[in-house]
């Protein structure tokens, strides 16, 4: 399957699972309050960092097995980490809220803290398991998978939304719940087809087997984990930092400003790697040349992707007034201030197998530092000038700067593996 085919049927899957939540979101966005949306999403800013620690970032491994017992031994290693973690959470979460000290927001919504444990447990399967259907290029079970997480967290959320007129309390628990049972049905669909791999066909992996594929790609959670997780902490920064020092209204608007900036572009980005990896991993195992199928790629993706953004950087305002009501209009503020930043990272994101296959891992981790030092500094100016908004221009401005320079030493890599070829 060719690379533009391959990304066609996975992108197809994400966006109509985009799709279907944006068609949801102008109903719920009149059920919640940005201040509910706030709180969710100081909540999902932790799921997102505990995630990279359940999967241990071995879900990059899956395209590099060197055969299905191989593969399917680094399943079931992923999977008991995944599960352990999960429930080392759950007890840490039970503890913080029984003795009242969850931090920041997210203490507001109590009890409903325990569902981010359930969010890193389904979440995180569905990431094991869509790198090892990538690993067999089997990507329609990807794509189905994503729009079935669109399809349920939407209607869930809706649902939920019209119960909290009646019961108060689902104003709090709506969203994470709509999120935890979206995800495990996108985990349900990956597991009704897992049978079908050939990984499946193969003999159990004994306690030594699974001991030695952890070993064998244990570069993964020494430099792949440590430099994503800085990441994820970086770019949660606005939503675990500033929610200590400013209103949750504030936040909500700043989230739904994110979630339709960079979060599609995550999604976008993710089904580009997926088939970018396997191509550039295979073409490099062959000794061919990478550089220029990845060029090409990158000007085509970029012929669609520019005009988009300068749209809406200029129609923000009236679009999220219109779209999702007159309360969230504030939101133009944040697009703005995000855009540049998000269009340099998805430019950046869709080549950042690059290390993996280079093995210049520890170089990225230092860019990675960088930037979250950098936005560090954002919150800090922000904080003290009493100033939300500075503080997110300074945050997206830092992010810019470093996936600018991160893109350019990732074309510096290709381009120099490209030469030593001839």
């Known amino acids: 399957m060719g690379v533009f085919r391959s990304f066609a049927t996975l992108i ?163 969203l994470p719940l709509a999120t935890v049972l979206g995800q495990a049905t996108a985990d349900l669909s990956y597991r009704l087809r897992m049978r079908s791999l050939p990984s499946a066909q193969v003999a159990p992996p004994d306690r030594a087997a699974t001991r030695a594929v952890a070993r064998k790609y244990r570069n993964f959670p020494w430099y792949v984990l440590p430099k994503d997780f800085i990441s994820s902490f970086s770019y949660n920064l606005p939503l675990i930092w500033l929610a200590l020092y400013f209103d949750s209204a504030a936040i909500g608007l700043f989230s739904l400003a994110l979630t339709f900036t960079f979060r ?64 969230w209009e504030g939101c133009g503020f944040y697009v703005r201030c995000l855009l540049p930043w998000c269009f340099v990272a998805f430019n950046t994101m869709m080549f950042s197998f690059v290390p993996n296959i280079f093995s210049t891992q520890r170089t990225e981790f230092f860019f990675y530092v960088v930037m979250l030092l950098l936005r560090a500094a954002a919150m800090v100016a922000g904080i003290v000038r009493g100033d939300f908004q500075l503080a997110i221009l300074l945050y997206s401005l830092a992010g810019a700067v470093v996936s600018a320079a991160l893109l350019a030493w990732y074309a510096w890599q290709l381009h120099s593996y490209d030469r030593s070829l001839s």
Request: hydrophobic content about 55%.
């Open 264 to 327: 599609p572009i995550t999604i976008v980005n993710a089904d580009m790697e997926r088939v970018l990896y396997v191509r550039a991993n295979n073409s490099v195992v062959a000794h061919q040349p990478v550089g220029r199928d990845m060029l090409r790629f990158f000007l085509r993706i970029n012929a669609v992707a520019l005009p988009v953004c300068v749209a809406l950087f200029f129609t923000a305002d009236w679009l999220f007034a219109f779209v999702f009501g007159g309360r």
């Open 12 to 174: 197809s899957g994400s966006v109509l699972g985009q799709l279907i939540a944006l068609a949801a979101y102008p109903v719920v966005t009149r059920l919640f309050s940005p201040s509910d949306f706030g709180l969710f999403n100081v909540l999902y800013s932790y799921v997102e960092v505990f995630i990279i620690l359940a999967t241990g970032k071995y879900e990059l491994a899956f395209p590099l097995t060197a055969d299905d017992a191989e593969a399917r031994a680094l399943l079931r290693y992923t999977h008991r980490r995944n599960a352990v973690v999960s429930s080392l959470l759950l007890a840490v979460v039970a503890l913080l809220i029984a003795i009242d000290a969850l931090p920041g927001k997210s203490g507001a919504l109590g009890i409903v803290a325990l569902l981010v444990p359930a969010i890193v447990f389904f979440e995180g399967n569905v990431r094991l398991h869509s790198f090892l259907f990538n690993r067999y290029e089997r990507y329609y079970p990807i794509a189905e998978s994503a729009v079935g997480y669109g399809a349920a967290s939407s209607l869930l959320k809706i649902g939920f939304g019209f119960l909290s007129r009646l019961l108060p309390l689902f104003s709090k628990i709506g």
